[in-house]
């Protein structure tokens, strides 16, 4: 228990070496095993957790901590530990990567470097929520680049290299900004001693402490180290106008890629923003907070009506996650208790609903061999549990009372609206516009005259059942008990929209 966090993050990794001793066909299940394995390791934190430890000690009740020196000439620690909103993120994580493996059975092509970069990938983001020193989360931050590079340029599309190349260009260029960003938090940390320690930065902010420096570009030095840290977390949300690399890299990864990358690296980005960015500058915060909702609608409205036009059923669903994560933005923007639990609650739920889209997208392509919903026609007369299954996930993604995006969505309106009555009415248009696009998309895909081609069509397997199924249950569960999760984060997040 002492060094749990650890474990949870780096076992996937350990069974790298081993994959090249197997058979070719083998890697999957030894990706399948470690998972399953990492997940059953990690069942303590969850049930270890202590839900109300909150403190000014602790400040977001840290717990599993662990912490050894690693550069003490530069302040540089290997620390770790978790609280509500990390614990949350880490439950996602486990239960995508399993999901993701499943959806991967049917790779052929390098099966152990698509499975080595795949438990490489599943390491650096399960560090991203676990780090609590700046230069160690930085480090997994960058070490996400390097297998999603290859997973998108080698196992993708036709267009898979210029996916692979963008999608990391954007990263990249986030990402040195927000080297730049860390390394002046460390030189003018408040306090004097220079510390990259991210609980005790929050410790002194807490205290009165403010980071000053010397003015850069005529502009005050926290809210440019600021700016600087939103823009490396907002291309990962994506935020308009950085958006423009999603549809790309989604349309051209593999199935298990794109579930990852919409079930889990976009939140990456939002979980930067609740862990370094705000609470480190609360006062900044405020000087952004309008602008920031701005944003928010625009992502709502803009992806929700970008998602309206799509032929390519892949990208349509690559833009209602630029809608859907604006919403989450919206709830953090608002910065009351309803709001930012509903934003973390839509991180956890948007997660698995868009798994569930894109899982379902890769069946029908398997088959098909298109993703144009126009080429499709009647497929629920060939394929109806494959037709029922997605109709599931298609209204738990427009919000549909008693699944989980309800409720996500409900708390951040309801939140949201105390604050920005007009910006929260203009929202609503994302949640009609998405009944809009889904349903037509539905009705054009199952319904109406069956193309001859489809007559033949295979309905969905076992394997593809087993990892659709799973996010089907949660959706349900967490629409009719939603408490069941939210435990584990409002005392967190109670906490933080305090600060803020």
Known sequence: MDHILSWVVFLPITVIPILWLLPANKAKWAALFITIVDFIVAIPLFTGFDRLKVGVDDLAGMQFKETLEWIPSLGIQYSLGVDGISITMILLTLIIGLVAVLASWNIDKLQRGYFAMFLLLQTAMLGVFVALDLILFYLFWEVMLFPMYFLIGVWGGPRRIYAAIKFFLYTLMGSVGMLLAIIAVWYYAPGGERTFNIIELLHRVQEGGTFVGPEIFGMPFAKVVFVAFFIGFAIKVPIFPFHTWLPDAHVEAPTAIS??????????GTYGFLRINFPLFPEVFVWFQDFLVALAVINIVYGALCALAQSDLKKMIAYSSVSHMGFVILGIAAATTQGINGAVLQMFNHG???AMLFLLVGVVYDRAHHRRI??????????????????IAYMAAIGLPGMSGFISELLILTGSFKVYQLPTIISGLGIIFGAGYMLWAYQRIFFGKLNPDYQDLKEINFVELCSVVPLIIITVYLGLLPNRIIVFFETSL????EIL
């Open 259 to 268: 579930v990852i990358l919409a079930g889990v690296l976009l939140k990456m």
């Open 374 to 391: 126009a080429g499709f026609g009647g497929l629920a007369s060939v394929t109806p549990v494959y037709a029922a299954v997605t109709s």
């Open 494 to 497: 109670n906490y933080l929209s």
């Open 352 to 354: 698995t609903i868009t």
